[in-house]
Nanobody, 120 residues
Framework: VQLQASGGGLVQAGGSLRLSCAAS????????MGWFRRVPGKEREFVTI????????LYADSVKGRFTISRDNARNTVYLQMNSLKPEDTAVYYC??????????????WGQGTQVTVSS
């Protein structure tokens, strides 16, 4: 199984970015897909998760109303649209896959991470 995250970069506060995570080696629709993030020196943080067919989502309070998760099962890809970005959103963002709908860190599979930097 491979999860390839992309789309990170440097953006000014208030700007937007869209992250993508392309999955291979698994039956994509059977997996809930999540995004987590980590700031160096801090604990990993749950961001959002989407169910296998997109019918259910869950967001961390810190991103609710600004971030939107979606998926395209035909492309085996999950997206994270990030709007109204804040400097505190700066982190390495990881996608993850699990057959359980869970915000826990014990996800079955993890991607390699993509850096998002928001300048003030």
């Amino acid at each position: 199984v491979q999860l390839q995250a992309s789309g990170g970069g440097l953006v000014q506060a208030g700007g937007s970015l869209r992250l993508s995570c392309a999955a291979s080696g698994l039956t994509f629709s059977r997996y809930n897909m999540g995004w987590f993030r980590r700031v160096p020196g801090k604990e990993r943080e749950f961001v959002t998760i989407i169910s296998g067919y997109g019918g259910s989502t869950l967001y961390a309070d810190s991103v609710k109303g600004r971030f939107t998760i979606s998926r395209d099962n035909a492309r085996n890809t999950v997206y994270l649209q990030m709007n109204s970005l804040k400097p505190e959103d700066t982190a390495v963002y990881y996608c993850a896959a699990d057959r359980k709908f869970s915000s826990a860190f014990s996800q079955e599979y993890w991607g390699q991470g993509t850096q998002v930097t928001v300048s003030s």
